[in-house]
C-alpha cells in the first residue's frame, strides 16, 4: 500500500505570495489532517477534515486554510506569506474510524519565505 | 502554552544501553498518548502508543511507562542501536478530537 504522498516536496516563494500545498493520504483513509514543523515551535496542528468537512481546527490564523476532496485528497493554502510560515508542512492520514487511531505522515513540504 | 512537556532536549547513549526520554502533560482530557520517531529528511513515524488506563506497554526494545497521577510518561529504549539515532517526539491526543499535541522533541544520538 503507498503511503502518504505530498507535492511539492520543496518550494520557496517570496512575502506576500499565496501557496497551495497537496496532500494523497494512503488509500481507504477518509481523514487528513496537517501540521506545521518549525525548530522553534516544534510540531503543531493546523486542522483536520473528514469526509470534506473541517472536523477540527488549531491556533492559527485564517490566512491557513484547507479543503478535502470527495476522494480525500486534501490541500491547504496559506495566504499572504510572511518570512515566519517558512517551515515543513507535514499531513498526516488515518481511517477515520475513531479518534485515537494512527497518523500516518507523509515526507512533507518543506517551504521557504523570502 | 506548551501542552506536552518533553526531555531532554538531546541525548547521547552508548550502544547497547538504555535511552530514557520523559515527557509530561497538565490537561486530564488526553487519553491517547503515542510516541513518534523522525529520521531527516523525514514525516514522523508511529513507534508505539498506550491508552490511560494502562501503566506500561512494550514492543520489541522500546517500552512505555505511564503514571496517570503524575501526568507524566517515558519511552525506554533498551540495548540502543546506532540506527535508533533520531529525533523522538511524544504526543497526546485529546478526548473526542484527532488533533496531536506534540512535545518539543529529543535528539538522540547513540554511540557505536
Known amino acids: 500500500k503507498a503511503g502518504v504522498t505530498q507535492t511539492p516536496r520543496y518550494l520557496i516563494k517570496t512575502r506576500g505570495q499565496q501557496v497551495t500545498l497537496s496532500c494523497s493520504p494512503i488509500?481507504?483513509?477518509?481523514?487528513v489532517s496537517w501540521y506545521q514543523q518549525t525548530p522553534g515551535q516544534g510540531l503543531q496542528f493546523l486542522f483536520e477534515?473528514?469526509?470534506?468537512?473541517?472536523?477540527n481546527k488549531g491556533n492559527f490564523p485564517g490566512r491557513f486554510s484547507g479543503r478535502q476532496f470527495s476522494n480525500s485528497r486534501s490541500e491547504m493554502n496559506v495566504s499572504t506569506l510572511e518570512l515566519g510560515d517558512s517551515a515543513l508542512y507535514l499531513c498526516?492520514?488515518?481511517?477515520?474510524?475513531?479518534?485515537?487511531?494512527?497518523?500516518?505522515f507523509g515526507p512533507g513540504t518543506r517551504l521557504l519565505v523570502l | 502554552q506548551q501542552q506536552v512537556k518533553q526531555s531532554p532536549q538531546s541525548l547521547i547513549v552508548q550502544k547497547g544501553g538504555i535511552s530514557i526520554i520523559n515527557c509530561a502533560y497538565e490537561?486530564?482530557?488526553?487519553?491517547?498518548f503515542p510516541w513518534y520517531q523522525q529520521f531527516p529528511g523525514k514525516g514522523p513515524a508511529l513507534l508505539i502508543a498506550?491508552?490511560?488506563?494502562?501503566s506500561e506497554k512494550k514492543e520489541g526494545r522500546f517500552t512505555i511507562s505511564f503514571n496517570k497521577s503524575a501526568k507524566q510518561f517515558s519511552l525506554h529504549i533498551m540495548d540502543s542501536q546506532p540506527g535508533d539515532s533520531a529525533t523522538y517526539f511524544c504526543?497526546?491526543?485529546?478526548?473526542?478530537?484527532?488533533?496531536?499535541?506534540f512535545g518539543q522533541g529529543t535528539r538522540l544520538t547513540i554511540n557505536p
Open positions: 488509500s481507504g483513509h477518509r481523514s
Open positions: 490537561n486530564t482530557a488526553f487519553d491517547y
Open positions: 477534515y473528514f469526509s470534506e468537512t473541517q472536523r
Open positions: 498526516a492520514s488515518s481511517s477515520g474510524a475513531s479518534l485515537q487511531e494512527t497518523q500516518y
Open positions: 504526543a497526546a491526543n485529546e478526548q473526542g478530537a484527532q488533533k496531536l499535541v
Open positions: 498506550i491508552r490511560p488506563d494502562v
